[in-house]
């Protein structure tokens, strides 16, 4: 991709979305309607992977919830593995697969695709990855490379 190109997409982005809160809303409700599970992350803290969102922010919707219900369910927002968590935290939502990944499906990944520069700044993948997950050590950033890219 171009750096024309990115800053294409990146505009459109901001056009539609508002900005990052408004990406993340779009995902939260997406997938609390599809109950496909996701990885989400924050700035300050380790992520949480494998969850589902709770459905009952699309049913609110489905209901006729006003933008007020719907703003205070986006501030207690409750994970399948029971965490309740805020819009304004969240850094970042992954959908993943809803079967998982086998260990042979992340074996086969090629890992020399993070290395493509994708972020606003040059950053490559591995590096955004790295970022978001917040890896200590090596493995955890292999690890968490093979995943987002599989996903």
């Not at 539609?16 to 609390?32: A, D, K, Q, R, Y």
């Not at 369910?73 to 993943?96: F, N």
Request: glycine share 8%.
């Amino acid at each position: 991709m171009t750096e024309a190109q990115k800053a294409d997409a990146m505009k459109r982005l901001q056009e539609h979305f508002g900005g990052p809160e408004g990406l993340n809303g779009h995902m939260i409700v997406t997938l609390s309607m599809s109950g496909q599970p996701c990885d989400v992350t924050f700035r300050d803290r380790k992520p949480i992977l494998d969850v589902k969102i709770d459905e009952s922010i699309a049913l609110a919707l489905v209901y006729g919830a006003g933008a007020k219900k719907l703003a205070e369910k986006l501030q207690q927002i409750k994970l399948s593995d029971g965490h309740v968590v805020s819009l304004d935290d969240i850094w970042t939502i992954m959908p993943m697969p809803a079967g998982g990944f086998t260990d042979e499906e992340l074996a086969e990944v090629d890992l020399a695709d993070g290395e493509e520069q994708a972020g606003p700044k040059g950053e490559t993948i591995r590096e955004m990855v790295r970022n978001v997950y917040h890896c200590k050590s090596k493995d955890e950033e292999e690890k968490f490379l093979r995943r987002y890219l599989a996903s």
